[in-house]
């Protein structure tokens, strides 16, 4: 009898003792991205701009409040939905929020951007049917304070975007998938829309890189789709676009529509 009761009871309750001494504790930075995803979805979004702005007061500067908390964010409102814990409704309106909250910061707290003698010209777009278009606005202000011209566009179908890179000059293509969830089943669609860009552009060197949470998991779903590279976090968007372009410098010239 005592024999059991040491089974059943000393032996459970020593094995959740080292369970809870040996479990790692959640990175600072990631509790609050995760809590700042659940306040987004709350009826109520007080908490959430309340967090931002505590948020924003020990950053070191706006941008990298929007790379190390706003990114993960976005990332830990997928998480919810994949826990079904809300709607991709709520994922949308959630980012919709975050969004809003970058460009208000932008407008008040970031300096003018860089002046270059001969900045590069790059169009910023979500994949046509993607509703969250958040890495592409992201990734704007980011090349915006970088010194680039930055395009932004909100094509709806692959023949609206092979318009635009055929009708106007662009030295490299941002285009995004959601930065919330992992839309691997959208690759081949993808990669079908950068096929046709490609040989709509009027730039024969076109370079493309490819961004949002699927590219961040998978080290090969740049290839899959057809991309130069691709970003495994916003704070990559200038070096990936940089060597993407120096990798597309030599590509022949294939496509005269544009004449």
Avoid: Y
């Avoid at 005592?2 to 020593?14: C, D, G, R, Y």
């Avoid at 706006?62 to 814990?85: K, V, Y």
């Avoid at 024969?204 to 961004?211: C, E, M, Q």
């Amino acid at each position: 009898m005592q024999t059991e009761s040491i089974v059943s009871t000393v032996i459970p309750h020593l094995v959740v003792k080292h369970t809870a001494k040996t479990r790692p504790a959640q990175d600072p930075a990631e509790a609050r991205a995760a809590e700042l995803a659940r306040l987004l979805i709350a009826p109520n979004l007080t908490d959430a701009f309340d967090l931002i702005d505590r948020s924003l007061a020990r950053a070191s500067s706006p941008t990298a409040m929007f790379t190390g908390l706003f990114e993960p964010t976005a990332r830990g409102l997928g998480n919810l939905w994949s826990e079904d814990a809300c709607s991709e409704f709520e994922v949308t309106i959630g980012l919709c929020h975050l969004q809003t909250a970058m460009r208000r910061i932008s407008f008040d707290l970031l300096s003018a951007p860089l002046a270059r003698s001969q900045p590069r010209t790059v169009l910023l777009v979500s994949q046509p049917g993607e509703p969250h278009s958040f890495c592409a606005a992201l990734h704007a202000e980011l090349l915006r304070q970088a010194g680039w011209n930055t395009v932004s566009e909100f094509p709806d179908s692959d023949r609206t975007l092979s318009d635009l890179v055929a009708s106007g000059w662009f030295d490299a293509v941002n285009i995004s998938l959601s930065p919330a969830l992992r839309r691997e089943h959208w690759l081949p669609r993808m990669a079908e829309t950068i096929r046709k860009m490609r040989a709509a552009s009027r730039n024969p060197a076109l370079a493309v890189v490819a961004s949002g949470r699927v590219f961040a998991e998978r080290s090969d779903a740049g290839a899959l789709v057809g991309a130069d590279s691709a970003t495994i976090s916003s704070v990559q968007i200038e070096r990936c676009l940089m060597r993407s372009l120096l990798n597309r410098s030599a590509r022949p010239a294939a496509n005269f529509a544009w004449i």
